[in-house]
Every structure is written in structure tokens, then in C-alpha cells.
């Protein structure tokens, strides 16, 4: 068992937290929040309450989940690996694509395994996707088709801090994009429109874009985004190879059909990222146990997360430029 | 081109008719039918009225479609084989077993070639089907499971001369069971009820059943029966075999799916047996323009409409008596 | 937290154990087996090797998780009862009809909770399927379908103590059937062959099922049963009712698909129960800490496992007289 | 019956051919078509063979369909309307957008009716997808995915004078998106390569491509194109509107499906357009006699063909200049 700390118990942070403390190679010990019901969460799994300070000093801790609100992470992280501590960082670094490359020196050959978590890669469809285009059953890939549809658009309110639909939500999908197709990307294209709250809008965002991405030899991705899909959380890819095609489908809630009169209904998708990516979170833990165990390196690190938000800012900049922005 | 008469312009034979009428390799010169309209319906398809004598003594004529009601199959099919004519008859050639039998010697080696036409037999889904099972993908067929439910009960009035559940309806099931089949079957047992309308107790039979037939060695066939579906017209067939599983599946009317928060809503099933079989109505009749061309012999006749009515017969005779019947 | 015991850690055992140690609301401390690796199980899931009086006598126990070969379970069972502990007792409770009606004074009102775990009971699309039934939306339910086919045929050494087919394995079906249908069954009737492996025929025993059931309306449920499916482990229900039918589909293992010229490949089934029903397993888990905390009654106990054995027996007493049996 | 001629009977006018002999309301009197074994062909479906001025001399003639190679279409469909003949043109009326809109006055407003068909308005999928966009099912459409994928590649001889990729392929899909999307289109952007052969990229052509849309409101179409899929004709089409998504999903050759451990297979794709939209193109020539009887206006003509055609061009002139192209 790797002993093991967490700083944020939030929206992400409550997921995470029941993650570690249900994987039987990780004992949570403490916990660092400070809201007023974080000796009770804590305790609710077996942990307790700590400030960073006894975190970092604590020598018997070897890993910190770093689940707190974004604006914290690149300073968290940073102490936590300067104490020697292994990193798990809730996705993404940092919003600010300068900051991060600041810290290309300290975050790029860590003293410490870091870890940036990006919830798609540990998805056991899209690892399947992916194992099949490994396994070159389709051919090579030539084009790949990303849906990445919300089922409902957040409040007005969350927008100015979230830095916009790219790095807030394409960001997954500039992920997957690169995981998946073999070269690298040489120019990107975006439009984007807000055509589903007017609210979002005002607040200087869009709610639904069509971005393309190609590498030098034309092969092209393109990444389909709403805020709103008005059938809950629409997460599909499909990859066309010189072979045929794979296609990592929508997930429905259960294997149920009602056959009526009218036609068949099944079952609906899941309503939200909380339970359509649940194994995709136990995954990303158990891949942290992994790392602390000494067995694997980090599968998405700050290379991954730097990379993912370039092309976040390129894909906003084609959008403001109406042209497409090379790489 | 062949020239050849039909006989009746009901409900089926409207259906022969277009296909006939549509058919290249088809001229369909001559219409017997009392009704007050039959020139006009024989107009449409550019053929004229004439009586059955008409048909008969018209060497021109090679073959006859028997499209009228089922009491008068067996007397016309016969004046017609007399006649040297070919013979298409919708199924069944008559609901009384003794009756058929009786008249073996005459029909099972007709003076001209006889075609009962069995619509599931010309289905390109049953038929794909049977090519799987014929390939060897799914090893020896072990078990079938063969369901056949109706979109919505007959009136009342129809059930006393239908010859009731399994004469009318199950008839199908057991051509496709013998069908699908290798081997005789040995043994049938039946359980029935009246579940969907008590005016059908009422006429004495029976709106709802399952039936199982096995054969010597131990292979087992479901049949499953209703008379209302409440979900349109479903026709699916499962076939297990030792290595794996054949499924033809249900054919919704589109290709068409619609997602809503609730989950996605397939396109209805074929609301009846004129949309689902369609295509395999204009299959029996290139079936019987091969016959005519002397490059088929027909895939169901005589011996095929005989051992399904026995079959029906120790159906019915299996809920009378509450046990199964040796056959 | 409820402090608990577990006896046994065999193939069954194990998989408890771990979604014990995981459910946050239970701590599991003591483990009995024989096994001279007792010890590092327990203690890897945070447990120590305890015997049998060891555990009855600890007041801090108030559960037991009963997970030893099937032959102990009744004898345990009640020692455990007559001990004041709650008690998950993995199914069957025996495999003898007379020893368990004479227990029932004991076990059909015991001094603590007695869970008795069916699997399907608690497996997500099942249930789904089941609240379907309840909320009328395909009307009153007259006929159901059961598929349960085993991947592969289980060594003919395991036979002659398994109970038999409809006692070993179609008792998950006859649950399911009383679970899902209003009334009670009024009578059965089954034919069985030998077509997977001689072996088991040598051994008595049969591996292909169709089981029918009626209750007194005339409501039919079928069971389809083999050993081999030759295509994973198929385990779908079909629910006809008066206004349409609703369908728990088979799982396949991800929602990845490969389409090819020669057609598109979906992902396979689960190979077995353990990775099948690993959801249902962990939802028999929580179930128990919901009993351990007075927040719900059982929902499988002694009346079930009475009335699926039962079930069983008839089953085989009318593949044995090749008649249907009134219940 | 409304009495027409056929000009062309090579690959496409074989197609139409047989339906319109087929058609009960049409009588396909002369063909024109100088291959030697016209006769024969004529003969086959109960014509005979006539010359240009002997079908347009001919007043019993109401209608022609002109089917014969690209070039040829706009003097043969003039010389047609000159004679007071309604047209069936196979699409396109000309590849050359400046050559049609010098026609404009003439074929926008023709002295007969002129149908210029193209195939997917009349598939039932897509106009069933369609009339679900039109019931507001899924709220007001804001995004729109086509699918267009061949099966593969054509001979590279056969590029030279196909148009290229947009004019030859892409229209369809341009067709389409007018027709499902509500307003006009402001915008388009293309990415286009060649991945499939490089001949094809010697012969200046691309055979894989990436198109974009949209409309003043920023409603966005995203075309989808390869030569070869590795899979059949893939041909799909999702709509994302603002309460959910409806989908014309994919056909299959039929409705088996063999389910072996690897997974289950389902029947193939069509392996191209003759055989997918066999029903679009009897559709086709039903919508010929209705507008020969009166009963309709050609639902795709002269400005159906501009339009497509006009994007063809700027979809070219993206690719070439790599920026978007005002419309």
C-alpha cells in the first residue's frame, strides 16, 4: 500500500477521493481542504485532515492528488514535487499556456513522476478505439472524427473563468486527437458560434464549434463540439483507416429496450462526465498506483498538457482570425 | 416472357398481381375474378378479365397463380395441373390434412410443376440466414428459436374458417423450423392461451402460444406466438449452433434513429405482413418465372405443405390433451 | 463502517472479499479458510484469519459473509444466525429441497437478516428491465423469455456434485422468472438433451434446456439453456406485454466497433459470470450494508431459495417422465 | 400510362431503364442509344429503338428521360423542353457552372417540366431523416454531419473527366446539406488530400476530403469524404439540433448477425450505389410520373443543380488557396 495525500475535495476532488480510498494498493491518509466538512470527508474515508505543510513534511506520504481549483495547480504541483512527492493533477496544468512553458525546465523531467490526469485516455472504449488502431485491423488511419457533445450548456457565470470552449472542453479532444493519430499536427481551423445560450455569448465564449486538424501528410481530424446536445453526453469516435473503420460508439446507461408501437427506445445516455467516465476515473487511479508502485511512467504528463492547450489557443485564434493557423 | 392467368384479386392476390404485372420475365394476360371490378383491376396491370374455362383451354397460358380464397385452392390447383398449367399457389392448398393427403398421389408428383408459395421461404433475411447455418460459421445447429407475432389481433368474425392459431398462423414457424432444420422432427409439445382477446376464447381458439419440436437426436426448436405485439409486426429468428450464434433480426422501416434526452427511438417495425415480406412476395414470383423457365424446380410444394399442417394439427392436438405428441 | 467476518475465499470467495474491502460502508476484519494462504488474503484486503468461533463469539461481528463450498452452507448459515450475525450467504443455501423445508421454521423467520445472493437480482439491466415491467410501459406482461447460455461446458468432473443443470444453473433463471412474472407457476415442463459433451451424459446429466412455465392465467415464460454458446456468456430477457416488449440486450465488453468489407464486428461478450455480473456483485454487497444498517430487508432469502429449487426439481422430474408437472 | 423514351442505356441508364419498365404508370415506348445491341435492350423491356428526332417528332412522347454520358446532357435536355417534353436528366445537367448558368433563362423557367435527379432525395432513409427534421423532434437544427464515403477508389483514368472529387462526389452531399439545412449558406472551407492512390493525385484529383459550411447564424455542415472506405458505401447523416439528434445511420445488406467469441458480425454494407440506392432510384422514377401526371413539380431542378454545383467550385477554390471562400 502507497500512502498517499489530497489537496481538494470538490466536485473532482469527492470522485477522486472515493477512487483512492477504494483501491485496495492506496491508503489516503490525509486530506487538505478548508472548507468547514473536510474533517468529516475525510474521515468518511478513513483519512484525515492535514494543511499542506504536514503533507510536504510527512515523510511515509510518497504521492499527492492535486484536485483543487485549477488557478492552484501549477503552484501546488510544484511543491509537491520540489518535496519529492509523486503527482496526480486533476487535467489541466494551467489555463495559460506562457506559465506553463515557464516551467518547462521543472515540469518536463520531473524530480517526481507527474501525472496530469486526462479522464479519456483511461476510458476503456477509447483504449479499445485505440488498441484496435494499434493492432492495424483498419489499416493506417487516415481521418478521424471526434464527437465531444455536453449535455447541457453551464452557467453563464462559469465562463469567464473557464477559458473558453477550446481549453475548457475541446482540450479532451485536442488530447485524444494527438494520442490517436500518429504524426503531428501541422495546421488547425476552427468556426465557432454560440448558438445555444446567448448568455454565453455576452460573456465572450461560443457553445458550438467544428475544429480541423491535419498533419504533413493530409491526414485530417475533425472535432465536433456543443455545449448542448439535448441527448445527454454525446462522447463517440470515429477513425477511418485504409481498411475500414472503428468506432468507439455512445455508451447507454444500461442494455435495456422498450419496443413500442412507435419504434425501439434504449436506454439513455449518461447524463454527465461524473458517470459516463466513473471507470475512467478508477482507471487514472489505478494508473497512479501504478507509477507509485514503480511500474509504469506516466501516460499523460506535461508534454501532453501543453500540447493540448497550443492548439486550444491556435484553434481560438482561427476562430478570431477566420483563417486557419499553422502549428 | 411467360404468359400466365391468375385467379382471385383479394387482398393477397392484389399483391401477385403488381408483382406479376411488374415482372420481366412475366406477361399476366388473364384475370379470373367474379368481382364487379375486375376489369378495371385487370386494366391496371394491361391484362383482361376471362372464367376459369377461359384460362384453361388457352394453350397460350402457362401457368396460373391460385390468388383466390383458401377453400377453393385445392379445386383449382388440381383442374389447373390437370390442364398442364404451372401452378403458383399462395399457401396453404387447403386446412384440412385428410383432405391433402387424400389427394397425394395427384399433387406430390403433379402432372405440371406445383409451387406453395411459403413467403418466409423468399425473405432475403431468413434466407441469409439459412446461408449461415448451410456455411458451417456458427458449427451444428443445436436450438432455434423462431418468433412470429402479429401487430394486432384479426376480428373476431375471422377466426372461425382460419383454421385457427396454428393452421393460420404458426404454419409459418413450422415450414421455417423444417426449414432451418437438419433432421425430422419426433416430438411436439404445445401450451396456448387468450390473453389479448376474449372474443377469440370465444370462437374457440387461442391468441397466444409456444410450441416446442425436437428431433431424435435431442435438437430443440421454440416457436413463440402471439397475435398482438403492441409493437408492430415481429419476425426474428435465433439459431444456436456448437459454435456460436445466427440472429436474423427484426427490420425497422428506416435506417433512421432519433435521440432525445430519454434515450434514441429506433423507426418502427413493418406494421404487417404486405410491407415486411414485400420483397419476398416479388421472390416467390421470379421464384415461379424460374419455374416456368424450366430452371427451378419448386422449393415448396406439396411435401412442404403437408408437413406443416401435420405439424399444426399435433400443435393443437398437444393443448388439447395438455401432453406432447409423438409424431 | 459494519465490522464483518467472511468464510471462505475461494473463486466465489474471492470475488466478495475484494468488493467487500472496497465498500465503503463495511469493514471486513476476519477471514475463515483452511487454506495455508489464509493469511495473505486477509491480509491484503486488510483482514486477519480467524476460525469459525472466533467469529460467532466476537460481539463486534454483525455480519458474515457465508462463501464455502455449497455443501456447508446450510450448517453454517444457521450457526451464524442462532449467533445474532446478519448473514450474506452466497446461493444456493443447499442444494437439497427436503433439508431446506425443514429448516424453514429456522431460516423463513431467523433471529438476524439472512440474504440469500442471487446475482441477477442485482444486476443493473435486469433491474432496469424489471422497473420497465413495473411502470406498465409496455402494459401487463403475458410472456417472457430467458436466455442462459454458458460459454463453455464446465469439466465433467464438476458434474456429478453440481446438483444438475436446472439445480446448478437454470436456478438463476427460475429466479429471475419469479421475479419478473405476477403470478406463481402452475405448471412446467422441459426437454433436455446431451449435444455439448458426452462426457456430461455419462456423468447424468444433460447441457441443453427449454424450460416452459405457466401460471393460472396462462402466462408462458420459456428458459433457454445451454452449457456451450460457442459466442460468450448470453444472458439477455425478453418481456412481452399487452402494449409491447421490453428487452435486457446482451453486454458486450466495450462499444467499440469494427466495420470491414465483410461486415462490422462488435466487441465480444463478457466471457463468464465473474466479469459478466462483477456490477451485480458489488450491488449484492451493498445491498448487505443497507441490512446491516436496518435500511432494507432482504430481497433474496429463504423463500426464493425454496421456491427456485423447487422450481428445479419439477424441472428435472418432467425430463424425467417426459410429462408437464403440475405445481 | 404516359408514354416516354430513354436516351442512354449505359450503366445509370440501365437503372432507369428497368424502373421505368417496371413502373405500372409509365410505358417506356423507344430507347435511343447507338451501341450495336440497343435492339436487344430495347427488346428486353418492350421497346424498340428510335432516333433523337424520332422521339422528339413523336407527339405521343410526353416525357424523356436523358441518361446518356455528362457532356451530352445540357444540348439533349434543351432540345427535350424545345419539344414540349418533360425531362428526367440523370444529375448533373452540366459540370461546367458557367455553361449552366448561361442556360439559366431557359432552364430555370422550361417551356416542360425538367427533373434533374439526384438519387438522394429520394432515398427513404434520408427523407425519412428529413421529415423528423421538419416535426421539430429534435428542436431547430443547428449542425449537420454527411457522411460520404465510397467504397473504392475509381480507376484513375476515370478522374481526368469526372470533374473531381467535389463535382463528381462531393455534389450529392451538397445537395443534401441545402436541402436539410434551412438557410443559405455564407461560407465554405475545404481540406483536401490524397491518401487512397497516389494516380489519382497524377491525375490532379484528391480523393479525401474535409468540407465546411455555414450560414449567416453560424449553423455549421461538416462533409465527410474518402474514394475508398475499406468498409461498403458508407452513407450517413447525423443532425444535431437543439433537443437532440437524429440519424440516418447506415443500411445493411440485411438483418443477420453471426455472433462467434470474437464479437458479433453483422451483414455488410452495400458495396455502392446501385445496390444502396436501388429504392432512390424507383423513387426517382415514381416522381417522374407524378410530375408527368400532373400531380408534381420536380422537387430538384435547374437551381438545385446550380447551387451544388456552385459549391463544388468554391470548395475547389479553398483547397487551392487554403482559406475559406465567401459565397
Redesign the interface.
Known amino acids: 500500500m502507497h500512502r498517499i495525500a489530497q489537496i481538494g475535495a470538490g466536485r473532482m476532488g469527492s470522485v477522486h477521493l472515493?477512487n483512492a480510498?477504494?483501491n485496495?494498493r492506496l491508503d489516503l491518509a490525509l486530506l487538505v481542504d478548508p472548507r468547514p466538512d473536510a474533517g468529516e470527508i475525510a474521515a468518511?474515508?478513513g483519512a484525515r485532515v492535514a494543511d499542506l505543510d504536514g503533507v510536504l513534511g510527512d515523510a511515509s506520504i510518497e504521492g499527492v492528488i492535486v484536485a483543487s481549483s485549477t488557478d492552484t495547480h501549477l503552484t501546488l504541483v510544484r511543491a509537491c514535487l520540489a518535496a519529492g512527492k509523486a503527482v496526480f493533477c486533476e487535467k489541466p496544468l494551467d489555463l495559460d499556456l506562457a506559465a506553463l512553458t515557464a516551467a518547462e525546465a521543472e515540469l518536463s523531467q520531473p524530480k517526481a513522476p507527474l501525472f496530469v490526469a486526462f479522464n479519456r485516455h483511461f476510458d476503456?472504449?477509447f483504449r479499445?478505439?485505440r488498441a484496435?488502431l494499434k493492432s492495424g485491423?483498419?489499416?493506417d488511419l487516415?481521418?478521424l472524427?471526434i464527437v465531444n457533445?455536453d449535455?447541457a450548456a453551464p452557467p453563464a457565470h462559469f465562463i469567464p473563468t473557464s477559458g473558453g470552449l477550446f481549453k475548457d472542453f475541446t482540450i479532451h479532444d485536442f488530447d485524444m486527437a494527438g494520442w490517436l493519430m500518429p504524426d503531428p499536427f501541422v495546421e488547425i481551423?476552427a468556426?465557432?458560434?454560440?448558438?445555444?445560450d446567448p448568455a454565453i455569448a455576452e460573456a465572450g465564449d461560443v457553445d458550438?464549434a467544428?475544429t480541423?486538424l491535419?498533419d504533413a501528410?493530409?491526414?485530417?481530424c475533425?472535432i465536433?463540439n456543443?455545449r448542448?446536445?439535448?441527448?445527454?453526453y454525446?462522447q463517440r469516435i470515429e477513425a477511418?483507416?485504409?481498411?475500414?473503420?472503428?468506432?468507439?460508439?455512445?455508451?447507454?446507461?444500461?442494455?435495456?429496450?422498450?419496443?413500442?408501437?412507435?419504434?425501439?427506445?434504449?436506454?439513455?445516455?449518461y447524463p454527465g462526465f461524473m458517470t459516463r467516465y466513473a471507470e475512467a476515473y478508477r482507471g487514472e487511479m489505478d494508473h497512479f498506483a501504478d507509477i507509485l508502485a514503480g511500474e509504469a511512467e506516466p501516460e499523460t504528463a506535461y508534454a501532453a498538457s501543453v500540447a493540448s492547450l497550443a492548439l486550444a489557443e491556435a484553434a481560438a485564434r482561427s476562430v478570431a482570425t477566420?483563417?486557419?493557423v499553422r502549428l
Do not use: N, Y
Open positions: 472515493g480510498a477504494a485496495p468518511s474515508v476503456p472504449h479499445a478505439l484496435k485491423e483498419v489499416g487516415e481521418t472524427q457533445h449535455p481551423f468556426w465557432a458560434s454560440c448558438l445555444v458550438t467544428r480541423l491535419r501528410r493530409g491526414r485530417i475533425v465536433s456543443t448542448r446536445s439535448g441527448c445527454g454525446d477511418f483507416g485504409s481498411a475500414g473503420m472503428a468506432v468507439a460508439g455512445d455508451v447507454a446507461q444500461d442494455a435495456v429496450q422498450v419496443w413500442r408501437e412507435a419504434g425501439a427506445v434504449s436506454a439513455p445516455l477566420g483563417a486557419p
